[in-house]
Protein backbone atom coordinates (compact mmCIF):
# COMPACT_ATOMS: atom_id res chain seq x y z
CA UNK A 1 0.00 0.00 0.00
CA UNK A 2 2.11 3.18 -1.23
CA UNK A 3 1.71 5.92 0.91
CA UNK A 4 3.87 9.27 1.60
CA UNK A 5 5.51 9.01 4.57
CA UNK A 6 6.68 11.75 7.05
CA UNK A 7 8.81 12.02 9.92
CA UNK A 8 9.19 13.12 12.58
CA UNK A 9 4.92 12.47 13.69
CA UNK A 10 5.92 15.00 16.43
CA UNK A 11 8.53 17.29 17.52
CA UNK A 12 9.12 19.90 20.36
CA UNK A 13 11.69 22.32 20.01
CA UNK A 14 12.67 25.69 21.46
CA UNK A 15 12.95 28.70 19.84
CA UNK A 16 16.14 29.65 17.58
CA UNK A 17 16.82 25.86 17.03
CA UNK A 18 17.05 23.96 13.47
CA UNK A 19 14.10 21.98 12.68
CA UNK A 20 13.97 19.68 9.49
CA UNK A 21 10.93 17.49 8.46
CA UNK A 22 11.12 15.25 6.29
CA UNK A 23 9.01 12.87 3.62
CA UNK A 24 9.11 10.28 1.74
CA UNK A 25 6.82 10.39 -1.73
CA UNK A 26 5.22 8.02 -3.05
CA UNK A 27 7.48 6.25 -5.95
CA UNK A 28 6.82 7.21 -9.57
CA UNK A 29 5.22 10.30 -8.43
CA UNK A 30 6.76 13.63 -10.16
CA UNK A 31 4.87 16.29 -7.90
CA UNK A 32 5.55 17.29 -3.78
CA UNK A 33 4.00 19.73 -2.04
CA UNK A 34 4.84 21.04 1.00
CA UNK A 35 1.60 22.36 3.20
CA UNK A 36 0.87 24.05 6.59
CA UNK A 37 -2.04 23.89 8.54
CA UNK A 38 -3.55 26.20 11.55
CA UNK A 39 -6.25 27.37 12.51
CA UNK A 40 -6.32 30.86 11.68
CA UNK A 41 -4.70 30.50 8.32
CA UNK A 42 -5.88 27.00 7.15
CA UNK A 43 -3.81 25.33 4.76
CA UNK A 44 -0.90 27.13 3.33
CA UNK A 45 1.10 26.33 0.08
CA UNK A 46 4.71 26.27 1.06
CA UNK A 47 6.37 24.85 -1.69
CA UNK A 48 5.88 23.10 -4.61
CA UNK A 49 8.37 20.90 -6.91
CA UNK A 50 8.03 19.32 -10.22
CA UNK A 51 10.41 16.75 -11.20
CA UNK A 52 12.51 17.71 -8.17
CA UNK A 53 12.54 21.20 -9.44
CA UNK A 54 11.03 23.97 -7.69
CA UNK A 55 7.97 25.64 -8.93
CA UNK A 56 6.82 27.83 -6.52
CA UNK A 57 8.07 28.73 -2.96
CA UNK A 58 6.62 31.94 -2.40
CA UNK A 59 4.30 31.10 0.37
CA UNK A 60 7.29 30.62 2.00
CA UNK A 61 9.39 32.67 4.44
CA UNK A 62 12.97 32.84 2.57
CA UNK A 63 14.59 33.91 5.30
CA UNK A 64 14.05 31.54 7.70
CA UNK A 65 12.24 28.51 5.29
CA UNK A 66 14.40 26.21 2.42
CA UNK A 67 12.44 23.16 1.04
CA UNK A 68 14.47 20.97 -1.04
CA UNK A 69 14.35 17.59 -3.01
CA UNK A 70 18.21 16.29 -2.67
CA UNK A 71 16.59 12.98 -4.88
CA UNK A 72 13.43 11.67 -5.93
CA UNK A 73 12.97 9.28 -2.59
CA UNK A 74 13.09 12.20 -0.11
CA UNK A 75 12.20 16.04 0.21
CA UNK A 76 13.26 18.22 3.47
CA UNK A 77 11.83 21.29 4.75
CA UNK A 78 14.22 23.29 7.28
CA UNK A 79 13.36 26.02 9.55
CA UNK A 80 16.27 27.78 10.87
CA UNK A 81 15.87 29.34 13.53
CA UNK A 82 12.83 28.30 14.10
CA UNK A 83 9.97 30.80 15.74
CA UNK A 84 7.36 29.79 18.32
CA UNK A 85 5.13 31.17 15.05
CA UNK A 86 6.12 28.31 12.83
CA UNK A 87 3.96 26.05 15.63
CA UNK A 88 1.61 24.19 13.06
CA UNK A 89 0.99 20.91 11.15
CA UNK A 90 3.57 20.66 8.39
CA UNK A 91 1.97 18.19 5.75
CA UNK A 92 3.96 16.99 2.37
CA UNK A 93 1.89 15.36 -0.28
CA UNK A 94 2.86 13.92 -3.70
CA UNK A 95 1.02 13.02 -7.22
CA UNK A 96 1.17 13.72 -11.06
CA UNK A 97 0.90 16.29 -12.66
CA UNK A 98 -2.98 17.32 -13.30
CA UNK A 99 -3.91 14.41 -11.00
CA UNK A 100 -4.80 14.42 -6.88
CA UNK A 101 -2.53 14.77 -4.21
CA UNK A 102 -1.54 12.00 -1.64
CA UNK A 103 -0.64 13.50 1.71
CA UNK A 104 1.71 11.96 4.48
CA UNK A 105 0.20 12.21 7.94
CA UNK A 106 2.06 15.26 8.76
CA UNK A 107 4.34 16.73 11.22
CA UNK A 108 3.05 18.59 14.66
CA UNK A 109 5.70 21.20 15.47
CA UNK A 110 5.99 23.10 18.52
CA UNK A 111 8.40 25.82 19.12
CA UNK A 112 8.58 26.72 22.65
CA UNK B 1 -4.29 32.60 -9.88
CA UNK B 2 -7.24 29.82 -9.00
CA UNK B 3 -8.94 30.18 -6.10
CA UNK B 4 -11.55 28.21 -3.95
CA UNK B 5 -14.14 29.74 -1.67
CA UNK B 6 -16.06 27.10 1.02
CA UNK B 7 -18.81 29.60 2.01
CA UNK B 8 -19.91 27.52 5.37
CA UNK B 9 -17.18 27.49 7.88
CA UNK B 10 -19.29 25.19 10.36
CA UNK B 11 -22.20 22.80 9.24
CA UNK B 12 -24.15 20.78 11.63
CA UNK B 13 -26.54 18.14 10.52
CA UNK B 14 -28.67 15.56 11.66
CA UNK B 15 -27.71 12.15 11.72
CA UNK B 16 -29.14 10.69 8.90
CA UNK B 17 -30.40 13.63 7.38
CA UNK B 18 -28.63 14.67 3.59
CA UNK B 19 -25.70 16.81 3.48
CA UNK B 20 -24.08 19.68 0.75
CA UNK B 21 -21.10 21.26 1.39
CA UNK B 22 -20.71 24.34 -1.14
CA UNK B 23 -17.75 24.81 -3.26
CA UNK B 24 -16.93 27.98 -5.57
CA UNK B 25 -13.74 27.82 -7.48
CA UNK B 26 -12.01 30.57 -9.83
CA UNK B 27 -10.06 29.39 -12.51
CA UNK B 28 -10.03 30.63 -15.73
CA UNK B 29 -10.36 27.51 -18.01
CA UNK B 30 -11.76 24.03 -16.78
CA UNK B 31 -10.33 23.07 -14.13
CA UNK B 32 -9.50 19.39 -11.92
CA UNK B 33 -11.23 19.94 -9.04
CA UNK B 34 -11.49 17.51 -5.76
CA UNK B 35 -12.80 17.19 -2.33
CA UNK B 36 -10.86 16.26 0.59
CA UNK B 37 -11.78 14.92 4.08
CA UNK B 38 -9.60 15.37 7.35
CA UNK B 39 -10.35 13.30 10.46
CA UNK B 40 -8.86 14.76 13.73
CA UNK B 41 -5.03 13.96 13.87
CA UNK B 42 -4.60 12.68 10.25
CA UNK B 43 -3.77 13.72 7.08
CA UNK B 44 -6.02 14.36 4.14
CA UNK B 45 -7.90 11.57 2.31
CA UNK B 46 -9.16 11.91 -1.10
CA UNK B 47 -13.02 11.78 -1.61
CA UNK B 48 -13.82 12.14 -4.79
CA UNK B 49 -12.64 14.16 -8.42
CA UNK B 50 -13.34 15.12 -11.41
CA UNK B 51 -11.35 15.55 -14.50
CA UNK B 52 -13.48 15.63 -17.38
CA UNK B 53 -16.46 14.07 -18.72
CA UNK B 54 -19.91 13.29 -16.57
CA UNK B 55 -20.32 16.18 -13.99
CA UNK B 56 -21.51 14.36 -11.41
CA UNK B 57 -19.00 12.20 -10.09
CA UNK B 58 -19.09 9.30 -7.56
CA UNK B 59 -16.16 8.77 -4.07
CA UNK B 60 -15.78 7.21 -1.58
CA UNK B 61 -17.96 6.48 1.78
CA UNK B 62 -21.42 7.29 -0.24
CA UNK B 63 -20.16 11.18 -1.42
CA UNK B 64 -20.94 12.48 -4.85
CA UNK B 65 -20.36 15.86 -6.13
CA UNK B 66 -21.78 17.63 -9.30
CA UNK B 67 -19.82 20.10 -11.17
CA UNK B 68 -21.63 23.10 -13.01
CA UNK B 69 -19.60 25.54 -15.07
CA UNK B 70 -21.99 27.99 -15.18
CA UNK B 71 -21.51 28.54 -11.52
CA UNK B 72 -18.12 27.84 -10.96
CA UNK B 73 -18.99 25.54 -8.68
CA UNK B 74 -18.42 21.75 -7.11
CA UNK B 75 -20.45 20.91 -3.98
CA UNK B 76 -20.12 17.61 -2.70
CA UNK B 77 -23.28 15.72 -1.41
CA UNK B 78 -24.32 12.91 0.65
CA UNK B 79 -28.13 11.63 1.29
CA UNK B 80 -27.89 10.60 4.52
CA UNK B 81 -24.84 11.16 6.80
CA UNK B 82 -23.32 9.00 9.34
CA UNK B 83 -21.93 10.24 12.78
CA UNK B 84 -18.58 8.74 11.73
CA UNK B 85 -18.97 11.85 8.52
CA UNK B 86 -17.81 14.16 11.32
CA UNK B 87 -14.74 15.68 9.40
CA UNK B 88 -13.50 18.59 7.94
CA UNK B 89 -14.28 18.82 4.27
CA UNK B 90 -11.59 20.41 2.08
CA UNK B 91 -12.33 21.31 -1.93
CA UNK B 92 -9.23 21.96 -4.13
CA UNK B 93 -8.56 22.96 -7.32
CA UNK B 94 -5.79 22.01 -9.60
CA UNK B 95 -5.15 24.40 -12.74
CA UNK B 96 -1.78 22.75 -14.00
CA UNK B 97 0.72 25.45 -14.00
CA UNK B 98 2.65 26.51 -10.92
CA UNK B 99 0.40 27.27 -8.97
CA UNK B 100 -0.22 23.55 -7.82
CA UNK B 101 -3.27 22.46 -5.76
CA UNK B 102 -5.24 25.01 -3.93
CA UNK B 103 -7.45 24.71 -1.05
CA UNK B 104 -10.37 26.45 0.18
CA UNK B 105 -10.24 27.09 3.86
CA UNK B 106 -12.50 24.14 4.71
CA UNK B 107 -16.26 23.26 6.36
CA UNK B 108 -16.15 21.78 9.73
CA UNK B 109 -18.94 19.08 9.76
CA UNK B 110 -20.59 18.22 13.01
CA UNK B 111 -23.36 15.17 13.33
CA UNK B 112 -25.96 16.18 15.85
CA UNK B 113 -27.49 12.22 17.42
Known amino acids: DARVTQTPRHKVTEMGQEVTMRCQPI?????VFWYRQTMMQGLELLAYFRNRAPLDDSGMPKDRFSAEMPDATLATLKIQPSEPRDSAVYFC??????????FGQGTRLTVV | AQSVTQPDIHITVSEGASLELRCNYSYGATPYLFWYVQSPGQGLQLLLK??????LVQGIKGFEAEFKRSQSSFNLRKPSVHWSDAAEYFC???????????FGKGTHLIIQP
Open chain 1, 27 to 31: LGHNT
Open chain 2, 92 to 102: AVEGGGADGLT
Open chain 1, 93 to 102: ASGLVRAEAF
Open chain 2, 50 to 55: YFSGDT
